[in-house]
């Protein structure tokens, strides 16, 4: 594929500006010799390109040419061929995008809406618009721009504007504790969360998470994440968000924001959007020149993707941060039908959006598409010092090609995000550097490991412990994340052993004989051995990659089980590896046991490592390591029952052993974080009643999730296409539009008591009506500012001032060569689009969020012992010609704890938006005013007993 040809996939044909057609240099200027390092699919950041690697290969080349040998006919022989296929492979994709474009290029959407309309931001927009008034061109620049790779403290940091008072933002990932750092929490992951269904936790750990971060001095969270949204169940990083539906993670995606944000933190909601595969995620990742494009219909893209980013609009969050992966053919971080189109006109986005690390990947045509902050700041390249902006977006402004007013609004955003959280306030945000180091352990180091350039040590590692009482809300959270999904009356357990030892002595054979089987129930090699946690050993507690942290601790089922068992009553073996007994004694060490309690599990994680086959995503839904073929073992040598308890990054398939008469009961885990051990512990000894409803389907086999809930692993193309021809049927909407039986449904879990519902009662709060009321006018004037373009001297580094070798600065060393000039701005830019009917504040046209109905039920607690239940409420639409509509969504969802005999009423209130589909031709929500919907509610998505209309 030529380089033009590639453009086209960019912003629906747009021509880029002279800045622009640099950064594409750069991008083609990417040389064979790295195209061949970068074959190995997989590279982590300790793997870029090495020059070792380099002079070897060109070395064997030379040498290949210089004998003129076959070796030589041969060698030019494959690259003839790799060329044509490559050529062919552009053509191909050239050719289907152009003639037949499945959902349309990305249209264009300019220009980007400025920031400052909405009222709940407006005093903060008033203060940003003073601050940024007295700034220089070279600030505003900085403030935009991250520093590079490795060039502060923490995963991202941008530039100051010191004259005025603006600090540099500390920004640190990820969604489930502060990584590369000392004395933290490592909290459940996202999955647990969904997992737990209960809005009060969502909030809690976001809260804990937050303060966290401020006493390590972060401004910025990177997290949560609601996309990947689960398309499909193989995904790699479906774990970091909350499950495989969009209601689902809106609501725990805003509880979360609310509880970061509760605390002056920033929070980045991620990743926008359609990252729903580690494959080809990124440039050159996986050996492609471009990342994978996933193509989505307009309607798919509202009613699932952007769903959850509505919320997160709606709930304030501060930051957006847009994804790797291309969007109908044009980079997420360059769309402008989705950054400035969807996100900040119909979404009314006021915050900022800053590019995934390294995901921009042209300079000019990003900032008009609605990028606001560039990440790490890096270009095209990890850690080469060459940013897409930094200096170039300085001389993009002094040419003319970037407009001051888009620079401006990008600073005013990222001001305004500041004050809006209050982070002016100095004695909770400190202005220095975070008090710990993301590269290194020691006390000593230097504030920019990634340049060369000699610098002082100082002390970068302060250990501060803020840890607090977390512990305690990450065991809460890992206990109401475990999902019972069968229990045939052995759990819970006693301490003392399910039945009086027949000679209750001391003597070991009359005691209960428990054993705990699988490397999952143990420490392994230590709950840190691999980097990133990027491998499968010990007890699974988290995925990998950059949502994952260094765990400060973690309680192994195994420790909490043998500490909390009555060792006078009961006797415990432990069996902690996949092959316990190689020579078959397992099955006479099993057979005097009265319970087999046994551990298995899947993991998966952020593409840029792989673990044994799985690159990120997972190549199957086995649990892995031998874990299944381990269960089917012990349920076929144990004396007594069995329990099987799972860690899992997202559905297994259980076939194997599921309906084995031995298997008793099956506790799914999901990924607990540190508390593991305790919070397994408190379920299996009923100290707290099980509470976890699935968040996402477990089907029998990979294939009943449809050809869409499947993971693209080999490149289809120069630009691998993903196309989401399933449209809105991911998950249970799939099952249940096509009829096929889950093993388990989402929302399904079991409770150790028994609930009923009763008395469904649906009160109209509001008529019926198609489409929202009309938009409403702004209700603030975003900032203005002056719109000459700067003198160029504010662009020149300062006399004297000291460099560090690939750091990135707004400075240019010489502005003579530039040229104010008519550059060509993208096709599309001088038609202004209408504004979207859907929008008009923070989180979009305010009618769309009134509750139009609200329906009651009274669910009781039948039992005998007192226990949370989870009822769901599930919305059927009305028949309307021509909208294929779900079977059913989810619409709806509390939990209610409950002592036994008692009752409670529990409310759904329903918004327009809950009611609406998107009408692709309106380009709005629209509500099926004719004909009834149905609501159904019950205690999982197949469990609806009760049902009422409206
Ligand atoms: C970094 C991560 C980053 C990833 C992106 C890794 O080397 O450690 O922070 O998310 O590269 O590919
Ligand atoms: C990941 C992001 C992360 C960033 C910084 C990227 O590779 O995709 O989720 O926040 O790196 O580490």
New binding site residues.
């Given amino acids: 594929m030529s380089r033009d040809q590639s453009k086209q996939g960019l912003l629906g044909n747009a021509r880029r500006a002279s800045q622009d057609s640099n950064s594409d240099e750069s991008d083609s200027d990417i040389e064979a010799t790295d195209f061949l390092d970068r074959v190995v699919p997989i590279l982590s950041r300790d793997a870029i390109p090495q020059p070792p690697i380099k002079r070897r290969k060109q070395g064997w080349l030379l040498r290949c040419l210089g004998r003129r040998s076959r070796c030589c006919i041969g060698f030019s022989a494959a690259i003839v061929v790799v060329w044509i296929i490559l050529s062919a492979g552009g053509a191909f994709v050239y050719k289907k995008y152009q003639e037949e474009p499945p959902y349309g290029q990305s249209p264009p959407w300019y220009p980007s809406p400025k920031g400052g309309i909405a009222s709940s931001w407006a005093a903060s927009y008033e203060k940003a618009a003073k601050l940024v008034s007295q700034m220089t061109l070279a600030e505003k620049v900085n403030i935009t721009t991250g520093t590079g790779w490795q060039m502060g403290l923490a ?2 940091t941008n530039g100051p504007a010191v004259h005025v008072g603006f600090p540099q933002l500390q920004l640190q ?2 969604p489930l504790g502060i ?1 590369f750092a000392d004395n933290i929490t490592a909290f459940p992951a996202g999955i647990t969360v969904g997992a737990t269904w209960n809005r009060q936790l969502m909030y809690a750990r976001g809260k804990a998470h937050a303060i966290e971060a401020r006493n390590k001095g972060i401004n910025v969270l ?1 997290g949560p ?1 609601v996309g990947p949204l689960g398309r499909a169940p193989a995904g790699g990083r479906n774990w ?1 968000g909350f499950g495989a539906d969009p209601y689902l993670q809106g609501v725990a995606g805003a509880e979360t924001i609310r509880g970061i944000q509760s605390e002056g933190v920033m929070a980045t909601i ?2 926008f959007i359609a990252n729903e595969q580690e494959h080809f995620r ?1 440039a050159w990742e996986w050996g492609t020149p471009h990342a994978i494009s996933s193509n989505i219909d307009d309607r798919t893209l509202h009613e699932l993707y952007a769903w959850p980013f509505g919320d997160a609009v709606k709930a304030g969050v501060a930051a957006v ?1 847009c ?2 992966n291309m969007v109908n053919n044009s980079y997420a971080c360059a769309n402008s039908k989705l950054l400035n189109g969807v996100l900040k006109d119909e979404l009314g986005f006021q915050g900022f959006v800053m590019s ?3 995901a921009q990947r042209s300079g000019v045509a990003s900032a008009l598409a609605g990028l606001d902050m560039t ?2 700041g890096d270009g095209l390249k990890w850690a080469n010092g060459e940013s897409l902006w930094g200096p170039e977006l300085t001389r993009a402004v002094l040419n003319g090609s970037v407009p001051v007013d888009r620079l401006n609004d990008m600073v005013t955003r990222i001001v305004a995000a500041w004050y809006q959280l209050g982070q002016d306030d100095e004695t909770a945000f400190p202005r220095r550097p975070p008090n710990f180091s993301s590269w290194t352990d020691d006390r000593m180091g230097v504030l920019s490991p990634g340049s060369p350039s000699p610098q002082d040590e100082v002390v970068v590692n302060q250990f501060v412990n803020v840890q607090a009482n977390h512990s305690v809300i990450a065991r809460e959270v890992a206990a109401e994340g475990i999902v019972l999904l069968k229990n045939d009356g052995v759990l819970p357990i006693s301490r003392h052993g399910f039945r009086e030892p027949p000679n209750p002595s001391k003597e070991e054979s009359n005691k209960l004989q428990v054993a705990i089987l699988g490397e999952d129930a143990g420490a392994g090699k230590g709950p840190n051995f691999c980097k990133d946690r990027a491998c499968n050993q010990g007890t699974l507690a988290s995925g990998w ?3 994952a942290v260094e765990f400060p601790y973690l309680v192994t089922p195994a420790d909490a089980l043998r500490r909390e068992f009555d060792q006078n009553k009961v006797q415990v073996r432990e069996f902690l590896t996949n092959q316990p007994n190689p020579n078959g004694g397992l099955a006479a060490a099993l057979s005097t046991v009265d319970l087999c309690i046994v551990f298995a599990n899947a993991d998966s994680g ?1 593409g ?1 490592v792989a673990w044994e086959d799985v690159r990120g995503d997972r190549p199957n839904l086995k649990l892995q390591k031998g874990s299944d073929e381990l269960i089917v073992s012990v349920a076929s040598k144990c004396g007594g029952d069995v329990v099987v308890v799972i860690h899992a990054v997202g559905p297994v398939t259980m076939e194997n052993w599921i309906n084995s008469p031995k298997v008793k009961a099956v506790l799914f885990a999901n990924l607990p974080g540190q508390e593991s051990g305790n919070a397994l512990a408190d379920i299996l000894f009923g100290d707290t009643n099980p509470s976890g409803h699935l968040p996402f389907t477990i089907g029998k086999t990979l294939t009943d999730y449809g050809p869409g809930g499947q993971v693209l692993y080999t490149p289809n193309g120069v630009i691998p296409q993903q196309d989401f021809n399933e449209g809105l049927y991911i998950d249970y909407r799939y099952f249940d539009k096509y009829g096929i039986e889950p093993r388990f449904e989402f929302g399904f879990g079991l409770s150790y008591t028994n609930f009923s519902l009763a008395n469904l009662h649906v009160t109209s709060h509001k008529d019926k009506s198609p489409l929202p009321a009309p938009r409403p006018s702004p209700a603030a004037e975003p900032p203005s500012y002056p719109t000459g373009i700067p003198s160029k001297n504010e662009a020149l580094f300062p006399v004297g001032f000291r460099k560090l070798e690939k750091y990135i600065y707004p400075y240019l060393s010489s502005v003579d060569d530039i040229e104010v000039g008519q550059y060509p701005y993208p096709d599309g830019y001088y038609t202004e689009q209408p504004l979207s009917g859907a929008g008009g504040d923070a989180g979009g046209n305010p009618d769309l969020w009134a509750v139009y109905v609200s329906v009651e039920v009274d669910i009781k607690n039948t039992g005998a012992i007192a226990g949370a239940a989870v009822p769901q409420l599930y919305l059927e639409y009305p028949d309307k010609q021509g909208v294929d509509f779900p079977v059913r969504v989810l619409r709806g969802f509390d939990k209610v704890y409950l002592k036994p005999g008692e009752t409670r009423t529990v409310r759904f209130n329903v918004t327009r938006r809950d009611l609406s589909y998107w009408d692709v031709v309106q380009q709005n929500w629209v509500m099926v005013a004719e004909g009834s919907y149905v609501f159904r509610v019950g205690m999982s998505s197949r469990d609806l007993p009760l049902v009422g209309t409206w």
């Fill in positions: 995963v991202g990932d990820g990584r990177l994440s970091e991620k990743h990124q941060m994804s790797y995934d690390w390294l990440m790490p990659g950059s949502g952020e840029f």
